[in-house]
């Protein structure tokens, strides 16, 4: 399959989903939504502002002048069963939403959404009782539809195409920099829209920052190069990273790598339907503890991915709910030595049944990773 011959995302029924979450969990039947990951989850329209109002019913999306048409659009393209209103001004725009709320009772919304001064002023113009329920689209995103892990994986194509193709140039003295340029070029080129994140090249002591930003600085012989990079096509993203050593490393180094890359292929065989998401984490941990390693992990080993680099489920200590089937999480334990550099080995999965199905594929056997420099 290519990003081409992808079909319009159908998203029909997804509405009825919340309600039925909401009248369970909740006891309500309506919700407001701000957040514009949800909203686009629910209706397709991809917009920079808009409130939606899930009512017992249907929905009515209020949006600005700006986006009446693409609005229509998209919605129409997608499926969902939504009113648009289209109005010109912040006023008008919060008279629709309350027009559009009037004689429903109570209306739910998540707390994680708005602020407090958006919850007060909604409270101070709403008619009807605003109530504090349950992150009902978020948890019903976690698990994937076909075609939104079809998305998903074209994405991790995309990254791995480009890293393919960039991975012999990190041993020519090319700085941090010129192997991002590269590989967000080569992303687009092999069907990714935009990359899904800052692309991270971190090599030698800046390998020991996780979320380090490339710097001109010049990849080294001794060097470990630590790079994340992943794509992004029609809103879904994908996430990966591989560390590389160039030339003779330091022992330590070399041990850093055996120990990750040994811990996330124990994580990798942890993962199926059932299993709480911190024992994948555990599972990880414990061996780079068991290593000595274990002050040198310094964040959880993953988490969800979807419409957003980072969503639910958290693969982390305290995360006790079980996988469930279509669910998209990173395994990417880590280990970071300050002044020497990091190791990170991740890939992106779907929990299945009874394991799970791997999004990634770039080579991570220890004769692809150790480069030597070119003369």
């Known amino acids: 399959m290519s990003v081409e011959s992808l079909s319009?995302?159908?998203?029909?029924?997804?509405d009825d989903a919340v309600r039925q979450q909401l009248n369970v969990a909740d006891n309500c039947r309506s919700l407001l939504v701000t957040d514009l990951t949800n909203i686009r989850w629910l209706t397709g329209f991809t917009g920079s502002a808009g409130t939606l109002l899930v009512r017992p019913d249907d929905m009515v999306l209020v949006v600005d002048g700006r986006y009446g048409e693409q609005a229509r659009y998209q919605i129409a393209r997608s499926g969902a069963?939504?009113?648009?209103?289209?109005?010109?001004?912040?006023?008008?725009?919060?008279?629709a939403v309350v027009k559009a709320a009037s004689g429903l009772g109570s209306l739910g919304f998540d707390a994680n959404e708005i602020t407090l001064?958006?919850?007060?002023?909604?409270?101070?113009?709403?008619?009807?009782?605003?109530?504090?329920?349950?992150?009902?689209?978020?948890?019903?995103?976690?698990?994937?539809?076909?075609?939104?892990?079809?998305?998903?994986h074209l994405a991790a194509v995309a990254a791995d195409k480009a890293l393919e193709e960039v991975v012999p140039?990190?041993?020519?003295?090319?700085?941090?920099?010129?192997?991002?340029d590269e590989l967000d070029y080569r992303m687009r080129k092999h069907g990714a829209e935009f990359t899904s994140y800052d692309t991270i090249v971190a090599s030698g002591p800046n390998g020991a920052r996780p979320h380090h930003r490339p710097v001109r600085r010049r990849i080294e012989t001794g060097d470990s190069v630590v790079v994340d990079v992943g794509g992004l096509v029609d809103g879904y993203h994908s996430d990966m990273t591989r560390t590389y050593l160039i030339g003779e490393v330091d022992p330590v180094l070399s041990e850093m790598h055996e120990v990750v890359s040994q811990s996330q292929l124990l994580g990798l065989a942890r993962v199926r339907a059932g299993v709480a998401a911190e024992d994948v984490d555990k599972t990880c941990r414990d061996h780079i503890v068991n290593a000595g390693f274990g002050d040198e992990f310094t964040h959880g080993t993953g988490h969800g991915v979807g419409l957003q680099?980072?969503?639910?489920?958290?693969?982390?200590?305290?995360?006790?709910?079980?996988?469930?089937?279509?669910?998209?999480?990173?395994?990417?334990?880590?280990?970071?030595?300050?002044?020497?550099?990091?190791?990170?080995?991740?890939?992106?999965?779907?929990?299945?049944q009874d394991g799970c199905r791997i999004l990634t594929s770039s080579k991570k056997d220890r004769k692809c990773l150790q480069l030597q420099p070119t003369t």
Do not use: F, N
């Open 8 to 14: 319009v995302l159908r998203l029909s029924g997804r």
């Open 81 to 95: 069963k939504c009113e648009i209103v289209e109005k010109r001004s912040a006023a008008a725009i919060r008279d």
């Open 309 to 352: 680099i980072h969503e639910m489920p958290w693969v982390r200590s305290g995360s006790s709910e079980p996988l469930e089937v279509g669910e998209v999480i990173t395994v990417e334990p880590g280990v970071y030595r300050q002044g020497l550099g990091g190791v990170r080995i991740e890939d992106l999965v779907v929990v299945t």
């Open 169 to 180: 140039m990190l041993s020519s003295g090319l700085t941090e920099c010129d192997v991002r």
């Open 117 to 152: 001064g958006q919850y007060e002023s909604w409270r101070e113009h709403l008619s009807v009782e605003l109530v504090k329920v349950s992150p009902v689209v978020p948890k019903l995103r976690r698990r994937k539809t076909e075609p939104e892990i079809q998305r998903m």
